[in-house]
């Protein structure tokens, strides 16, 4: 079955300090998102993107956070100037154009600000 | 609103059945169910939409109830590798990517 790719695996950081995470989504997806798990929590949804613009962000999703496409395979979300609470497991997502797919997930970064 | 999961944990015996239900106080376009093993990335188990539509796992089965705005999954016969968190996540209308996660149910099953 297809993958979505994530890079790195675990990311630890500075506080203040600016982060990339990168995705793969696969490669006939055209509706990406992030999701983020804090230790022990649900999954909840960050910002999903569509048509290289942002189709919806959630409330997490401030001024500190972006999303971008640089090309045609990469799906990058970062955060400026990283907090400790910004510590968690950050998912891509990725699924095709069908209205009521399936999520791919990648297997998430570890972000762990010190 | 996220969804709200019953139970939080079961423990279970090989062989064994279980039920996990997730209820919303918002109107479902569909819900989705995910199974999240410890560090690992949320995999797909079933997406479940109005007007009876099901789309998944085939030794898992699920119902929803869109007038009382609840899913339930079904376990039965169960094996060692169903034990792990179990979301369910809903979509409350075009935004089929967009899913706000319930609390998750920790499933173990003993051998």
């Known amino acids: 079955e297809p993958e979505v790719t994530q890079t790195p695996s675990h990311q630890v950081t500075q506080m203040g300090q600016e982060v990339i995470l990168r995705c793969v989504p696969i490669?006939?997806?055209?509706?990406f998102y992030w999701y983020r798990q804090i230790l022990g929590q649900k999954v909840e949804f960050l910002v999903s993107?569509?048509?290289?613009?942002?189709?919806?962000k959630s409330e997490i999703f401030d001024d500190q956070f972006s999303v971008e496409r640089p090309d045609g395979s990469n799906f990058t979300l970062k955060i400026r100037s990283t907090k400790l609470e910004d510590s968690a497991m950050y998912f891509c997502?990725?699924?095709?154009?069908?209205?009521?797919?399936?999520?791919?997930f990648g297997s998430g970064t570890q972000l762990s600000v010190l | 609103q996220q969804p709200v999961q019953s139970p939080q944990a079961v423990i279970l015996r090989e062989g064994e059945d279980a039920v996990i239900n997730c209820s919303s106080s918002k109107a479902l376009y569909s819900v989705h169910w995910y199974r999240q093993k410890h560090g690992e990335a949320p995999v797909f188990l079933m997406i479940l939409l109005k007007g009876g539509e099901q789309k998944g796992h085939e030794k898992i089965s699920a119902s929803f109830n869109e007038k009382k705005q609840q899913s339930s999954l079904y376990l039965t016969a169960s094996q060692l590798s169903y034990s792990g968190t179990y979301f369910c996540g809903t979509a409350g209308g075009t935004s089929y990517g967009k899913l706000t996660f319930g609390q998750g149910t920790i499933l173990t099953v003993h051998p």
């Open positions: 997502a990725s699924r095709d154009s069908r209205a009521n797919e399936k999520l791919f």
């Open positions: 993107f569509y048509n290289n613009e942002i189709s919806e």
């Open positions: 490669s006939n997806h055209l509706y």
